[in-house]
């Protein structure tokens, strides 16, 4: 069947170091991928897409490979600041209806 | 512009309640969606609708009903609420067509408690 997965349901980092938030997929024909970020209380804000024709996109301080080879997705945050702690979701768009199907979503945490 | 709204922020029901959700977006968009997030289940999809006037069930339609009258608007209904819909309920809207259609904007939740 479909699914999204993350390897790590909570990550834990100092300010100022890079985060690395992983997520596996399991629809090889899923051809669009999102990030959101999800901060307490509030509801899930976009932070980059890619699609299946490329490998790397970059944002500002966020950049997320895709590897379809082995049906995998990560999301880099450089710097990492405490206003990112927040749950990121990954999400796949390869549902019969191509409709987004999201991960169940990966706590970060950021030291000061 | 003020994007996805929701309305209420909070609501606590008694088993076999009944109510309504509103979602408004003011972007123009033609996809509208309810989804439901529950503790270590992430966010999985109620019903949606791809324009005016139509609306099609999605991962967990049992239990909701929808409809789409106005562009603007999608509304969630539970006829006979149940504990089990106890969960935060978030819309989304996005645009119709090409690579916009995929970015999903979403509310800000509505917390629902079913006793």
């Known amino acids: 069947g479909e699914s999204v997965g993350l390897h790590l349901p909570t990550l834990s980092v100092q300010e100022g170091d890079n985060s690395i938030i992983n997520c596996a997929y399991s629809?090889?024909?899923?051809?669009?991928f999102i990030w959101y970020k999800q901060e307490s209380g509030k509801g899930p804000q976009f932070i980059i897409d890619?699609?299946?024709?490329?490998d790397k996109r970059q944002g500002q301080r966020v950049t997320v490979l895709l590897n379809k080879t082995v049906k995998h997705l990560s999301l880099q945050i450089a710097a990492t600041q405490p206003g990112d702690s927040a749950v990121y979701f990954c999400?796949?768009?390869?549902?019969?209806?191509?409709?987004?199907?999201f991960g169940k979503g990966t706590k970060l945490s950021v030291k000061p | 512009n003020a994007g996805v709204t929701q309305t209420p922020k909070f609501r606590v029901l008694k088993t076999g309640q009944s109510m309504t959700l509103l979602c408004a977006q003011d972007m123009n968009h033609e996809y509208m969606y309810w989804y439901r997030q529950d503790p270590g289940m992430g966010l999985r999809l109620i019903h949606y609708s791809v324009g005016e006037g139509t609306t099609a069930k999605g991962e967990v339609p049992d239990g909701y009903n929808v409809s789409r009258l106005k562009k603007q608007n999608f509304l969630l209904g539970l006829e006979s609420a149940a504990p089990s819909q106890t969960s935060v309920y978030f819309c989304?809207?996005?645009?119709?067509?090409?690579?916009?259609?995929?970015?999903?904007?979403f509310g800000p939740g509505t917390r629902l408690t079913v006793l």
């Open positions: 629809n090889s024909a899923s051809d669009y």
């Open positions: 999400a796949e768009r390869g549902g019969s209806q191509g409709n987004l199907i």
């Open positions: 890619i699609r299946s024709n490329m």
């Open positions: 989304a809207s996005s645009y119709l067509a090409g690579r916009q259609r995929d970015t999903q904007y």
